[in-house]
């Protein structure tokens, strides 16, 4: 193992923190980290912990032949990744509604600037503190990451990614020290000689202290500073407070193989793997298929699909209308029953927001749901379905009971104010959040899924707005960060991943913060909510990020391609076949169904299932049947190919070109309001922007051909 101290200098902007080392460490065959350390005593009592800078070349140097390498494959020198008019940058928001992708030049994530309430469906908790340190100087603001943060040139790529998302395995590290685990997961343990601090006020020994507080980046020229959100914790001397993997390869897959050696990807989904080939929901897991799951090694293949009823109905559900669709589901060519149910694969029916008594009550509404949860998951698993149901765990109205009865639960600020978790006209404004550190919050959660898992029988559970529970706020119970509360109570959660019966239970995290999620509900929505529509034009006038619609949810799949089934299974969200209820034109409609297979891992529909075919025919659309039938005989085209994406141009966004793996598909995406046009010349994997090369002068290619707006062109079929 080589391991040298980095000898990072003091930003001219602010001096890092003294009290933390970094370091460089490697063992033979695996990849590059560093890990920061405390050197005597740190509390974070702001919001943010600064931990150190770096410049993108001392990373390349560090890297050594491997960069070489990388350079050579690429035909692109390192170099060039330090000059901002040669790059891409690729940014990962805080959650999953929050602006994924590749950025160029000046180019930021837009934010709500009219109903400013909106950001927090997207902000970091700490994200005003991010923006101070980076609007110094005043010049525009630096690149802001979370996890991860990428660069891009051609081909060759580096990334750094907070390696801090092990998946959650129970408590297989009870009482482990931070300073005990300072190599890496499963590998040698070679910092056990720190010790901690008698002074150290230990965490609760239930919680799975093996996961730190989460990171970002700040990006400016070629320096990137990282912080870690770590508001009201301690670390002991010797105690490791981040660890970051530093990766370089020379295209896509190159990546995205890394990615998948460091998140142990062949193994990290085999509990998800009954949603597309396992035991169907009511049958009792056996001991011989536990531990054939668990030796599996293979990648994670299939999708896993069916019907949610939000994009149908919305709110306005009841048991007539659950019921109606569920007993249509199985008659018809509706693209559930036809490319899932009628092949003899697994198939959830969710029911989604609106059977509840009020967000934060969540107990069936007595006059929509008279006869309660439980015989709705009944009736769906006799049609052989997964049950399905959407909670908002983490939330509650001021109105509800809950908030009524128990105003001690609700996380406050220092001033005794309920910390504001969103605004909803849906729900009738304003919403609060759960304080997480409470036991008797604790206690409430888990009597509510054991509820929901072992009284009422549902098997795959819907958590959104799941963000509210990393907020910042004045925490009455437990000590520690954030962060720690939230792992907690997602350890708990996860106690009912398989029921009492024995039958497994799958969650889909959903508005989540994506590096402490990650470990334990990786079946992840990808994006932010998609619409019936391709743009929400008053939301986009106003700057809304992670505004509900078709475009910006195929951004947020195609920005997070590259954790598709390495790190997370990707849910972009329901696609659309039918024709009423709809402002889609077909070839939306096909790009929404094919960015969904290709760089997800979930196919949904919300279309009323009960309507399907009986609609008028239009005169500038496919009918519903038609539509259908084509894109699953599309689907057949796709299966057992791997796709990757990236973004084509420097100048022009939401156009991209995608390409298989084993180079025989390949095409471009436009996601933009103007006709584009893709360039033949490097179609089929080349990985390189068309219109610059190795060397950053402009080239141009010899074919191109029209790519429409709102449009994909594929080859190669």
Not at 120 to 145: G, K, T
Not at 403 to 413: E, N, S, T, V
Not at 572 to 590: A, G, H, M, N, Q
Request: some cysteine.
């Amino acid at each position: 193992m080589e391991t040298s101290r980095i000898l990072a200098r003091h930003d001219t902007i602010g001096s890092m923190n003294s009290d933390i080392e970094a370091t460089f460490q490697r063992l033979p065959g695996d990849v590059l980290r560093i890990f920061f350390r405390a050197c005597g005593e740190v509390h974070c009592d702001g919001p943010l912990l600064e931990l150190g800078e770096f410049e993108v070349s001392a990373l390349c140097h560090a890297l050594g032949d491997e960069c070489r390498k990388a350079e050579a494959a690429s035909g692109v020198q390192a170099s060039k990744l330090q000059e901002p008019r040669s790059r891409f940058v690729l940014v990962n928001g805080w959650q999953s509604w929050s602006f994924a992708g590749e950025l160029a030049g000046r180019e930021r994530p837009r934010r709500a600037f009219y109903k400013r309430t909106l950001n927090l469906f997207v902000d970091h908790p700490a994200e005003v503190a991010l923006r101070q340190r980076a609007r110094r100087f005043c010049r525009r603001h630096d690149y802001i990451s979370h996890f991860l943060l990428g660069l891009r040139v051609g081909g060759l790529r580096l990334v750094l990614v907070s390696d801090n998302v092990e998946r959650y395995a129970g408590g297989r590290y009870p009482g482990t020290a931070r300073s005990e685990w300072g190599a890496i997961p499963g590998a040698e343990q070679s910092a056990r000689g720190a010790q901690a601090s008698p002074s150290h006020t230990r965490i609760a020994q239930e919680v799975p202290d093996i996961y730190l507080p989460p990171l970002s980046f700040l990006l400016r020229g070629s320096t990137v500073r990282i912080f870690a959100y770590a508001e009201g914790a301690s670390f002991a001397r010797g105690e490791i407070i981040a660890r970051i993997a530093v990766l370089i390869a020379p295209d896509y897959f190159a990546l995205k193989d890394r990615l998948g050696r460091l998140w142990g990807s062949g193994r990290r989904f085999d509990d998800l793997r009954w949603l597309v080939s396992g035991a169907a929901a009511g049958e009792r897991a056996t001991a011989d298929k536990t531990a054939m799951a668990l030796s599996s090694s293979a990648p994670f293949e299939g999708f896993i699909g069916g019907y949610a009823s939000w994009y149908n109905h919305y709110t306005a559900i009841d048991a007539r209308i659950i019921g109606e669709d569920l007993e249509a589901i199985t008659t018809n060519g509706n693209i559930v029953n036809a490319y899932f149910i009628e092949r003899g694969r697994p198939a959830v029916f969710q029911i989604d927001d609106g059977w509840e008594r009020a967000v934060g009550d969540w107990q069936p509404h007595p006059e929509k749901f008279p006869d309660g949860m439980a015989r709705i998951a009944w009736k769906i698993r006799e049609q052989g379905l997964i049950p399905g149901i959407w909670i908002a765990p983490f939330l509650l109205m001021p109105g509800s009971n809950v908030a009524k009865d128990h105003p001690d639960w609700i996380l406050r600020d220092t001033r005794g104010a309920p910390v504001k978790a969103g605004w909803n006209p849906n729900w009738g404004g304003e919403v609060w959040a759960l304080d997480l550190s409470l036991p008797e919050v604790e206690a409430y959660l888990v009597e509510l899924f054991d509820t929901v898992v072992n009284t009422w029988g549902y098997r795959y559970l819907k958590l959104d707005f799941l963000y509210a529970g990393l907020l910042r706020g004045a925490f009455a119970g437990r000590k520690g960060g954030a962060w720690l509360h939230y792992a907690r109570i997602l350890g708990r959660i996860l106690e009912y991943s398989r029921a009492r019966d024995g039958s497994p239970v799958a969650f889909l995290s959903c508005g989540a913060p994506i590096e402490s999620t990650a470990p334990f509900m990786p079946l992840m929505r990808s994006g932010a909510d998609t619409r019936e529509h391709w743009e929400w034009t008053q939301a986009k006038l106003i700057g809304h990020q992670g505004r509900p619609s078709a475009k910006i949810n195929m951004q947020g799949s195609i920005g997070r391609s590259l954790l598709n089934k390495t790190l997370l299974l990707c849910d972009p969200d329901v696609i659309f076949c039918r024709t009423e209820r709809t402002s889609l034109r077909d070839t939306e409609k096909f790009l929404v169904g094919m960015v969904a297979a290709m760089f997800g891992s979930q196919i949904m529909s919300s279309d009323d299932p009960a309507s399907f075919g009986r609609s008028p025919l239009p005169s500038d659309r496919l009918g519903e049947e038609a539509f259908t039938q084509q894109l699953i005989d599309w689907y057949g085209r796709l299966e057992g190919k791997e796709f990757g994406v990236e973004r084509s141009d420097l100048r022009v966004r939401d156009v991209y070109h995608f390409f298989s793996r084993d180079q025989t598909m390949y095409g471009g995406i436009n996601l933009s309001d103007r006709e584009g046009m893709f360039m033949l010349s490097g179609a089929p994997g080349a990985s390189a922007s068309p219109d610059v090369d190795a060397d950053g002068e402009s080239v141009r290619p010899s074919a191109a051909v029209p790519l429409p707006r709102h449009s994909l062109l594929i080859f190669g079929a």
